[in-house]
T-cell receptor, first 113, second 116 residues
């Protein structure tokens, strides 16, 4: 059965320092993986997606994620945090062969001035 | 242009009432979804329709009834509202890409339902 685990419920970084949001997945199939961002009182926006092409995926706003099959991980990174990055981030796996998506519990990113 | 829109944005109502939330997408997608986000930000899928056919129906009280009049619309009707129904409800849509099976979802802005 597919599942996704976000290892940190809260992450705090200083502005200008790197961001690392961790996600581990479990999947019987070659997974489709996504990262979404939700700013306060807003809908979810797709940051990036992995669909069995390149293992290093670049997304919007300077974010990228690396698919590591051996570690079953899909961690989200950004070299330098900006105040506008403060939001809730969700790692998502699509259940292979279906239209069903499983969301992680979310990581709240706080960026300190 | 708004890709996925929901109305209303806010809905405050009393226990026992019946209410509806509407969703429309102009992306030409063939699959639409309803999600519930609780106060801890946890997102759970409720329903999904593909080409107007119900394909996902999670463990949801039968007071919740989705309706898809066409591929571009998916409405959610809730009967006999309870305090525990208070949440943010998100509509989403997706479409299989022709070259890459990515299936990414596009979300609406959400409807914040408060039951008093």
């Amino acid at each position: 059965a597919q599942s996704v685990t976000q290892l940190d419920s809260h992450v705090s970084v200083s502005e200008g320092t790197p961001v690392l949001l961790r996600c581990n997945y479990s999947s019987s199939y070659s997974p489709s993986l996504f990262w979404y961002v939700q700013h306060p009182n807003k809908g979810l926006q797709l940051l990036l997606k992995y669909t069995s092409a390149a293992t290093l995926v670049k997304g919007i706003n300077g974010f990228e994620a690396e698919f590591k099959k051996s570690e079953t991980s899909f961690h989200l990174t950004k070299p330098s945090a900006h105040m506008s990055d403060a939001a809730e981030y969700f790692c998502v796996v699509r259940v292979g062969g279906t239209y069903k998506y499983i969301f992680g519990t979310g990581t709240r990113l706080k960026v300190l001035a | 242009d708004t890709a996925v829109s929901q109305t209303p944005k806010y809905l405050v109502t009393q226990m026992g009432n019946d209410k509806s939330i509407k969703c429309e997408q102009n992306l030409g997608h063939d699959t639409m979804y309803w999600y519930k986000q609780d106060s801890k930000k946890f997102l759970k899928i409720m329903f999904s329709y593909n080409n107007k056919e119900l394909i996902i129906n999670e463990t949801v009280p039968n007071r919740f009834s989705p309706k898809s009049p066409d591929k571009a619309h998916l409405n959610l009707h809730i009967n006999s509202l309870e305090l525990g129904d208070s949440a943010v409800y998100f509509c989403a849509s997706s479409q299989r890409a022709k070259l890459v099976s990515s299936y990414e979802q596009y979300f609406g802005p959400g409807t914040r339902l408060t039951v008093t």
